[in-house]
């Protein structure tokens, strides 16, 4: 019996996660849909395209809001068995509220992890396609960055000459083994420079250890420089904030690829960032459950779902606005950013751990 009673719990719990997963994707679809058709707007392209990246896009904003979808599921689900008396005949059968929390919990703990290895390099891919077909429709592609295994390159216009820059990779506020091809208009090129490293912290780029080879007919001329600048419309924040977007990077990809992305000049506290945020997704499903629990289990009385309904919003407002808050603090320094992933967490877990053992009670 008590088999198919957990039996019976996990496959309305799961069920009900399923179906606020559907709801939430369809409202994604609606709302994505709309500032899809009005990127494209002018394009000539069918309505197929914005509407085939808004799927590509909205299960990524999903795994975002796991946190908290898992939270209105386990409200959802917690009501339906107090409100039906289910609940109370798994009391009956020898349920306590802390077996039905643990079970619903270890749940969305398990399902957390299932997420990241398996549908999180589906949806990264997905998210990496959304990216990178959104660029080639993007009215600002003579601006274009883009970091690969050869190292960073950026194409730069300027009023009358464009630019092409490679290198190798960053160190800082620099940018290493760094070769600018200046073209004219008609892109004819007129030199080329090359330099050891170049300091990118401003617009003013400080060039070290420099070679300028002058294009004079066919002909080069070669002239050395120690000092030696340049303007463009770049900097390193600047730069560094176009790879911010991290959902395009699944955990494994983080995990096997971490070195090689540091390498080639990713931001690695960005990744740090990235990674710890990923890892905390179980553990803060699992909290999430906790506290549906902890405001739903208190009581076998009957109720008015509206008033649930209401608080739980309060709640996802509140938990979504001091996790932004946390990570506001990490990018500014005043934590680690690694440690900024995990504070809701704990925090959260600690409020959840106190309201669980005071419903076991009841």
């Known amino acids: 019996m008590s088999n198919i009673l957990i039996k019976y719990l996990l496959n309305g719990f799961l069920k009900t996660i399923l179906s606020v997963i559907l709801i939430v994707y369809c409202f994604g679809i609606i709302l994505n849909l709309f500032e899809e058709i009005e990127f494209f707007k002018g394009l000539n392209v069918s309505f197929f395209t914005p509407f085939l990246l808004t799927n590509f896009y909205v299960p990524s904003f999903i795994i975002q809001l796991l946190p908290f979808i898992i939270f209105v599921s386990s409200m959802w689900f917690l009501l339906k068995i107090r409100n039906n008396k289910d609940m109370l005949i798994l009391k009956v059968f020898g349920f306590s509220n802390f077996k039905i929390f643990l079970i619903l919990s270890l749940s969305s703990f398990l399902l957390g992890w299932l997420i990241l290895f398996v549908f999180n390099p589906i949806t990264?891919?997905?998210?990496?396609?959304?990216?990178?077909?959104?660029?080639?429709?993007?009215?600002?592609?003579?601006?274009?960055?883009?970091?690969?295994?050869?190292?960073?390159?950026?194409?730069?216009?300027?009023?009358?000459?464009?630019?092409?820059?490679?290198?190798?990779?960053?160190?800082?506020?620099?940018?290493?083994?760094?070769?600018?091809?200046?073209?004219?208009?008609?892109?004819?090129?007129?030199?080329?420079?090359?330099?050891?490293?170049?300091?990118?912290?401003?617009?003013?780029?400080?060039?070290?250890?420099?070679?300028?080879?002058?294009?004079?007919?066919?002909?080069?001329?070669?002239?050395?420089?120690?000092?030696?600048?340049?303007?463009?419309?770049?900097?390193?924040?600047?730069?560094?904030?176009?790879?911010?977007?991290?959902?395009?990077?699944?955990?494994?990809?983080?995990?096997?690829?971490?070195?090689?992305?540091?390498?080639?000049?990713?931001?690695?506290?960005?990744?740090?960032?990235?990674?710890?945020?990923?890892?905390?997704?179980?553990?803060?499903?699992?909290?999430?459950?906790?506290?549906?629990?902890?405001?739903?289990?208190n009581t076998l009385k009957k109720s008015k779902n509206f008033k649930f309904i209401i608080i739980g919003l309060l709640i996802c407002i509140a938990v979504y606005y001091f996790k932004d808050l946390s990570l506001a603090l990490g990018k500014t320094n005043r934590v680690p950013l690694a440690l900024a992933s995990w504070i809701p967490v704990f925090s959260v877990g600690i409020f959840s751990f106190i309201g669980i053992l005071q419903i076991n009670e009841k």
């Open 124 to 297: 990264s891919k997905m998210a990496k396609y959304y990216e990178i077909t959104k660029s080639n429709y993007s009215r600002d592609i003579d601006h274009l960055i883009t970091f690969n295994k050869n190292g960073i390159w950026i194409r730069e216009n300027l009023d009358d000459s464009k630019r092409i820059i490679s290198a190798s990779k960053t160190n800082g506020n620099n940018l290493m083994d760094v070769v600018i091809f200046n073209f004219d208009k008609d892109y004819n090129l007129k030199e080329k420079i090359i330099s050891e490293s170049v300091n990118i912290e401003n617009n003013e780029w400080i060039f070290t250890n420099t070679v300028i080879l002058k294009n004079f007919d066919g002909l080069y001329k070669e002239e050395k420089i120690n000092d030696f600048t340049i303007y463009s419309n770049y900097t390193y924040e600047k730069i560094t904030s176009l790879f911010k977007n991290f959902d395009t990077m699944s955990l494994i990809d983080l995990i096997l690829n971490y070195q090689k992305l540091v390498e080639i000049g990713y931001s690695k506290t960005y990744l740090n960032q990235s990674l710890h945020s990923l890892l905390s997704i179980p553990f803060f499903l699992f909290i999430m459950t906790a506290l549906a629990s902890i405001l739903t289990m």
